[in-house]
């Protein structure tokens, strides 16, 4: 009987025991929908386990992979090019598959938040997203925000949370100032709760969405994502 390799969901962390409870609520969504394979957490930072150990633990394989990493960011970035990268160096039977987006199913969970929020068909949108300083990340935030303005029909601007300008209270600005329309509602661009979906709500707009987990199609993503690199091996 061929053993499926792990499945390693690596998060970035949050101190936020809200944040960290819908993290582990996707990965038990996961093992559900993937009976057949088991499923670890890690994170890049502020909590363990960490990657490097989780990684460490598990026994090197005889020959196949012992390991998929599946980055839960929604974009790529520094941690998926630096911090994964660094943490499967040593193992050739640990890759890495791509992180969660840019994915249209992530666009959709945004349109579902919204609708959820009751946010009027004819609002400005900002994208709120984490913020990075890696233009890799950048790109696909500016994809996904694409996306979104192709579903919406509407203004879609782009803002972060931290680490790249516009800051989403700018962008909040920036709409009103120009009148796009009246109303402004920030779509949060984030995975889970924590002190960057709290910097949206104090943002200045009219509505502000939920993070997208849980959600079915983050699993679906998960899923892909491993399946992608292990074909044929389980």
């Known amino acids: 009987m061929t053993t499926s390799p792990i499945l390693i969901g690596c998060a970035h962390g949050t101190a936020s025991a809200e944040g960290q409870a819908v993290v ?14 088991d499923v670890r957490e890690a994170y890049f930072d502020v909590q363990g386990p960490f990657l490097d150990d989780v990684i460490a633990e598990i026994p090197a394989s005889g020959e196949g992979l012992a390991a998929v990493v599946v980055p839960l960011p929604l974009a ?9 990268a660094k943490a499967v160096a040593s193992r050739p039977d640990v890759v890495s598959a791509d ?10 969970i945004v349109l579902d938040r919204l609708r959820e929020a009751h946010v009027p068909a004819d609002a400005t949108l900002v994208l709120a997203a984490a913020g990075s300083s890696d233009p890799r990340a950048q790109a696909d935030t500016e994809a996904a925000a694409e996306l979104l303005r192709g579903a919406w029909g509407g203004p879609v601007r782009v803002g972060f949370a931290a680490g ?5 209270a700018d962008a909040v600005a920036q709409a009103h100032e120009y009148g796009e329309d009246g109303v402004v509602a920030v779509a949060s661009f984030l995975l889970a709760p924590g002190v960057f979906q709290k910097r949206l709500g104090e943002a200045g707009a009219d509505y502000v969405t939920a993070p997208l987990a849980p959600h079915p199609d983050l699993v679906s993503i998960v899923a892909e994502r491993y399946g992608a690199l292990t074909h044929g091996q389980h």
């Open 99 to 108: 992180a969660l987006g840019p994915d249209t199913r992530l666009v959709d």
């Open 76 to 84: 790529d970035g520094y941690h998926a090019y630096h911090d994964i």
């Open 24 to 37: 582990r609520q996707i990965l038990a969504d996961v093992r559900v929908a993937m009976p057949g394979v």
């Open 164 to 168: 790249h300008e516009p800051s989403v």
